[in-house]
T-cell receptor
Framework: GENVEQHPSTLSVQEGDSAVIKCTYSDSASNYFPWYKQELGKRPQLIID?????GEKKDQRIAVTLNKTAKHFSLHITETQPEDSAVYFCAARGAGGTSYGKLTFGQGTILTVHP | SAVISQKPSRDICQRGTSLTIQCQVDSQVTMMFWYRQQPGQSLTLIATANQGSEATYESGFVIDKFPISRPNLTFSTLTVSNMSPEDSSIYLC???????????????FGPGTRLTVL
């Protein structure tokens, strides 16, 4: 089945700096890669996603890049703010066989933005 | 946009008992899933809830321990049976194909049920 590795496990930045979180996946057939933000005690919230036919997607201060050949994708947050502090999860969705439609999650990154 | 709700939001249970968690969506969805999130950990898929048929379980999860029902396209239940302290976790339902969502295959999560087993 799919395996998703996420790095780093913790990330500490100063307000205004950029933050980058990286994920790799194992199943070359995976075709959908969402990122979720989870604040303490809350549900995971989708913040951005990318599909395998696109190399980059941007939404205001958040961008995601995908390298299908290398099987890795990254989340970029620019001009970080204290309210960006949360746990971020990447995920990959299988496209075939027993993995079809299922999201496999990375281990999570605890992002702390210091004022 | 559509709403996903779960009941109960939290519970404290005695070992050996069972708890049924309900997930209700206010519009029809194509897929429903149940996840477990242990303290400080990532999300692990328990099973896919199939409408009108038996759920599809992931490795390490069995129907006798986690029976799931999905009688229609808006509702599902997960039961945690014969509980032990190791079952203490957050259980989340998740859906795909939500009306008003960003895309037909975008996946959204319910608020979760925080279970503590003593």
């Amino acid at each position: 089945g799919e395996n998703v590795e996420q790095h780093p496990s913790t990330l500490s930045v100063q307000e205004g700096d950029s933050a980058v979180i990286k994920c790799t996946y194992s199943d070359s057939a995976s075709n959908y890669f969402p990122w979720y933000k989870q604040e303490l005690g809350k549900r995971p919230q989708l913040i951005i996603d990318i599909r395998s036919n696109v190399g980059e997607k941007k939404d205001q201060r958040i961008a995601v890049t995908l390298n299908k050949t290398a099987k890795h994708f990254s989340l970029h947050i620019t001009e970080t703010q204290p309210e960006d502090s949360a746990v971020y999860f990447c995920a990959a969705r299988g496209a075939g066989g027993t993995s079809y439609g299922k999201l496999t999650f990375g281990q999570g990154t605890i992002l702390t933005v210091h004022p | 946009s559509a709403v996903i709700s779960q009941k109960p939001s939290r519970d404290i249970c005695q070992r050996g008992t069972s708890l049924t968690i309900q997930c209700q969506v206010d519009s029809q969805v194509t897929m429903m899933f149940w996840y477990r999130q242990q303290p400080g950990q990532s999300l692990t898929l328990i099973a896919t809830a199939n409408q009108g048929s038996e759920a599809t379980y992931e490795s390490g999860f069995v129907i006798d321990k986690f029976p799931i029902s999905r009688p229609n396209l808006t509702f599902s239940t997960l039961t945690v049976s014969n509980m032990s302290p190791e079952d203490s976790s957050i259980y989340l339902c998740s859906v795909v194909g939500l009306a008003g969502g960003q895309g037909a295959d975008t996946q959204y999560f319910g608020p979760g049920t925080r279970l503590t087993v003593l």
